[in-house]
């Protein structure tokens, strides 16, 4: 799963994900660009919420990554 945060999202708001991800048991992979962040999400993502997720301050935009099967 991918996380987009919004161009200049305050880093509160990035804090807050990070740490409602890691407090629930994911690893992250935070990369910064000139305009935006990405967090890459790494574990089972099934039971997070994408409209929850999308809904907190600062995210731009969810994407679930499909498995392969």
Do not use: C
Request: proline share 3%; net charge negative.
């Amino acid at each position: 799963m991918l996380i987009i945060m919004k161009r200049n999202a305050p880093d509160e708001a990035l804090d807050a994900i990070k740490e409602y991800l890691i407090n629930h048991g994911f690893d992250i992979h935070q990369s910064t660009g000139a305009d935006r962040t990405i967090i890459g999400v790494i574990g089972d993502t099934d039971s997070l919420d994408e409209r929850a997720l999308t809904a907190l301050p600062g995210v731009s935009q969810v994407v679930r990554i499909r498995k392969d099967e």
